[in-house]
């Protein structure tokens, strides 16, 4: 299938003078992949035509683009933010296509340009690189009296259900605790659970519920955009931002300080499309007992009213009397992994 776009003329402003009223049309085509653009005259070319031209051969190849992300990070709900943050940043002063090659007929002249890919990768290379590698500087506590995060002996015992069924610990750093998100300047707190749009999320350990965000109406996305401009101009990720509009429909559950001994824990899971209505603050829950079902509330795609990149968001936040801290912090990836399937098995 292709996509045709016929000029007639110049797709700068008309000028005043008598002569450049009227030009000769040409037709412009990019296949549906868009790998080749071809133009096609049915005279000769007039200037006002090779200016339209080499505006034209600097289309970004958005669709090849937002495939590349998306190959590259699965399902994940954070491709659509990647995308978003390549697409701000694409320079519109090259082409991304190359002349390949020029066919004459008797009545037409088909000039045919070729997709640069390799100019593609080196552009989005940097965002690549920089979401799937988790950074490694010095990660400090969500707040502190005295900094001292708990380390694998104090969390080493812990044991708990996996928040689905039939599902295993990410092994991709960007799924897990620690890496980047820098389209909200700040760092990935818990674990990436990709599961189906409406798959049960159950409580991993015994506890109290504290918030049950029943009522819960998703925001504008041009709101989402202002609010993650404000965490561009602070350098981080502020609670109230974080808490009440990025982790969406969401349920925390205490679970006291018997989980990890030293400290009081509490999970959280995020993002839900629904919440099982016997489940509100003060109730009592047990392991493994159903509190609501997966979604994509609080992403991009879902103030868009799109379904993609439903997962579940989880993570379990320890806080003792000098700080709060969450599950695997400053734990490199390989370690993590291992720690992580031992405490969900």
């Known amino acids: 299938m292709l996509c045709s776009y016929v000029f007639v003329q110049s797709c700068a402003p008309p000028a005043p003078a008598p002569e450049l009223k009227t030009t000769i049309p040409f037709q412009i085509t990019i296949s549906e992949d868009e790998s080749f653009l071809t133009v096609i005259f049915s005279e000769s070319m007039n200037v006002d035509q090779i200016i339209t031209v080499n505006e034209t051969v600097k289309t970004v190849p958005y669709k090849t683009i937002e495939n590349k992300i998306n190959n590259r990070f699965s399902n994940d709900s954070l491709a659509a933010d990647i995308y978003t943050l390549v697409k701000n940043n694409i320079p519109f002063d090259i082409s991304f296509y190359s002349l390949d090659s020029t066919v004459y007929s008797q009545h037409t002249t088909s ?9 593609i990768d080196l552009l989005i ?5 920089k979401h799937s590698q988790p950074d490694s500087t010095i990660i400090y ?6 900094p001292s995060l708990p380390d694998l002996d104090a969390v080493s015992g812990l044991k708990l259900f ?22 909200r300047n700040g760092i990935h707190r ?3 659970f990709y599961v189906n749009w409406g798959t049960p999320v159950r409580a991993v350990a015994s506890g109290v519920i504290i918030r049950a965000d029943h009522s819960y109406e998703e925001i504008s996305s041009d709101f989402r955009q202002q609010l993650l401009k404000e965490t561009k101009q602070l350098g981080r990720t502020p609670s109230d931002v974080f808490e009440h509009v990025l982790v969406g429909r969401s349920v925390y559950i205490d679970h006291g300080f018997d989980l990890v001994p030293g400290y009081r ?6 993002h839900l499309s629904h919440i099982n209505g016997e489940i509100k603050p003060g109730t009592i ?35 003792d ?22 405490v969900f098995d």
């Open 321 to 342: 009397e000098g700080g709060e801290y969450y599950l695997g912090q400053g734990f490199k990836s390989d370690l993590l992994v291992n720690y992580l399937n031992e």
């Open 141 to 146: 506590p969500l707040f502190s009296k005295k």
């Open 162 to 183: 996996l928040p689905s069924e039939n599902v295993s610990v990410p092994t991709e750093a960007l799924l897990l605790p620690n890496a980047p998100r820098t389209y």
């Open 265 to 270: 824990a509490v999970s959280i899971y995020a």
């Open 125 to 129: 290379a940097p965002f690549m690189q």
């Open 285 to 319: 829950v047990s392991a493994g007992q159903m509190i609501g079902l997966s979604g994509n509330s609080g992403t991009g795609p879902s103030t868009r009213g799109s379904r993609k990149g439903a997962h579940l968001h989880w993570e379990l936040i320890l806080q």
């Open 111 to 119: 000039i045919i340009y070729t997709l640069n890919e390799k100019l």
């Open 190 to 192: 818990g674990i990436d």
